[in-house]
């Protein structure tokens, strides 16, 4: 492998699996899922066995013309191997941009706009996606489009390169553009996120902290989308501790359960939502959660509920909830673990201290006036592990740096003892609510036929709760005026089914679409 003069301080995802291997090249990696671009590598792969793949689909991405600098579209359907054509893109020197399969062909003809420049971006897709993108001017928005799987006759296909000439790795500079994700898109087309080998390796360094208090080596099942930087950060960790792993494209809870009791992890890391998807296995007599003694979530505040009742699952001394605050432009930012005796008087939204070696954090008054819990502020972060732009879109990250200081977006405020607590993010604030998540939070604890609770700006800015129940049920009115009666200015609640409500690839609401759907409905 070509040395790096600068692996220590920056992290190269291309040669993340090559290096790992040469200490722990046994360690198994296990899928739940057959992976597209490989069929035949079958769901248990040793770490030698990964490093091998990365090389091999880098050649093959090398003889359909990729070269270092590019920007390589990954675009397909939810499965590990967006992982591997990820690594495999990097280690070609060229930039992977990960979209989620979740993206319609309207959004992803945008951001496949906004990254013509000198070159047109290269595009790798699955049979399924090209489908969808059949109405799209693919010969003017790429430079080329190569098949990963079913993709049919008239596209290039990596299958048909195997055993293309090897191609030794190339290295950017720290500084430079080395993976580019989006944000989750909640108030319209995302933003197109670019980390360099810098500000990845920054983030590692509060999570080795935490991993630190793993006092063996556990089985770590890893439920988050396949292109999210959160994932390349976990499989970073994962791979240089040569910790066995699980990697889940089937998130509903029956095959989550059956990948717990085949496996058995220690530590589970997944969305919060889907956390809250999972709480009923907590009373699944084949006790699939028994195992766990590490849950971690770096999205979204989870409700009280629903930690309570995952520690409560787990059938291992003293387990511990991992609750991380951070977004995709700053990584991991404040975080605190509770354990079983914290839940009872959990308050959802003190998302913790700032991490070792992580981000500092500052809140600022929105309005001249002091924060506090009844003036909350903006909350603005500053360390190296922000990413370092927009792409396209300068002026648009320059609007969120205030002397230095990142500004997320969120409002909130800190207690005495240093505690941040986020109460909403700003777009999302209604007037006369104190937090539209503390009222979400606390009203889910007292409804058990919830699975979910959101509320948003009515037709007249009237906070409205729009409910999910277990099994779409209707709700007994009389239970939910009882759940309410703390909340007068709530207005009528409006009943949809869980499928209904408009999700984010991460699974967060978006609330200002369903604001609008309000509108049309009400």
């Not at 220690?266 to 009923?280: I, K, M, Q």
């Not at 009844?374 to 927009?390: K, Q």
Request: proline fraction near 9%; charged fraction near 25%; charge should be positive.
């Amino acid at each position: 492998m070509s040395r790096n003069p600068n692996h220590k301080r920056g992290l190269y995802l291309g040669t993340v699996p090559e290096r790992a291997a040469v200490k722990h090249g046994a360690a198994l990696l296990t899928l739940d899922h057959d992976l597209d671009v490989l069929p035949e590598a079958g769901r248990r792969l040793t770490v030698a066995e990964v490093a091998a793949f990365a090389a091999d689909l880098a050649n093959r991405l090398a003889a359909a013309g990729v070269r270092a600098g590019a920007h390589v579209v990954v675009h397909k359907r939810a499965n590990f191997d967006a992982w591997l054509l990820a690594t495999a893109t990097a280690r070609l020197g060229a930039i992977p941009v990960m979209l989620s399969p979740a993206l319609p062909a309207p959004t992803v003809a945008a951001l496949l706009r906004r990254l013509r420049g000198p070159h047109r971006p290269h595009l790798l897709v699955d049979g399924p996606k090209l489908a969808e993108l059949a109405g799209l001017p693919l010969d003017e928005l790429t430079s080329s489009v190569i098949g990963v799987a079913g993709t049919g006759r008239g596209v290039p296909s990596l299958a048909r390169l195997a055993g293309s000439p090897p191609v030794p790795p190339e290295f950017r500079g720290l500084d430079e553009p080395a993976m580019i994700t989006h944000t989750s898109g909640t108030t319209g087309v995302p933003k197109l996120v670019v980390h360099t080998p810098r500000t990845m390796r920054a983030r590692l360094r509060p999570q080795l902290a935490l991993l630190a208090l793993t006092r063996r080596r556990e089985t770590v099942a890893v439920s988050v989308p396949f292109v999210h930087s959160r994932l390349f950060a976990a499989m970073a960790l994962v791979l240089r501790k040569g910790m066995p792993a699980v990697l889940m494209a089937h998130h509903d809870p029956e095959s989550a359960a059956k990948t717990f009791l085949r496996n058995r992890p220690g530590l589970v890391e997944a969305l919060p939502n889907s956390f809250l998807a999972w709480e009923g296995l907590a009373a699944d007599p084949r006790e699939p959660l028994a195992s766990v003694k590490y849950f971690s979530s770096t999205f979204d505040a989870l409700h009280p509920r629903t930690v309570r009742r995952l520690l409560d699952a787990s059938r291992r001394r003293a387990p511990r909830f991992f609750q991380i605050y951070g977004q995709s432009e700053v990584g991991p930012a404040a975080g605190r673990p509770y354990f079983r005796r914290d839940t009872r008087g959990m308050d959802g939204r003190c998302v913790g201290f700032p991490l070792p070696g992580s981000a500092r954090i500052r809140v600022v008054p929105r309005n001249g006036r002091k924060v506090s819990a009844a003036n909350p502020g903006f909350i603005e972060v500053r360390w190296d592990g922000i990413a370092r732009t927009y792409h396209g879109e300068q002026d648009r990250y320059d609007e969120n740096v205030h002397d230095g200081w990142w500004r997320t977006g969120d409002v909130g405020y800190r207690t005495r003892a240093g505690c941040l607590h986020m109460l909403d993010r700003e777009t999302d604030t209604i007037p006369g609510v104190g937090s539209s998540l503390e009222i979400e939070d606390t009203v889910l604890d007292r409804l058990e036929e919830l699975v979910e609770l959101v509320v948003v700006q009515g037709p007249d800015a009237e906070p409205v709760p729009v409910l999910c129940t277990r099994g779409d049920e209707p709700l007994v009115p009389a239970r939910w005026r009882a759940a309410t009666a703390d909340y007068p200015q709530l207005g009528a609640p409006v009943h949809l089914p869980l499928a209904e409500l408009p999700r984010t690839a991460t699974l967060k609401t978006r609330r200002v679409e369903l604001s609008r759907l309000l509108h049309d409905r009400l």
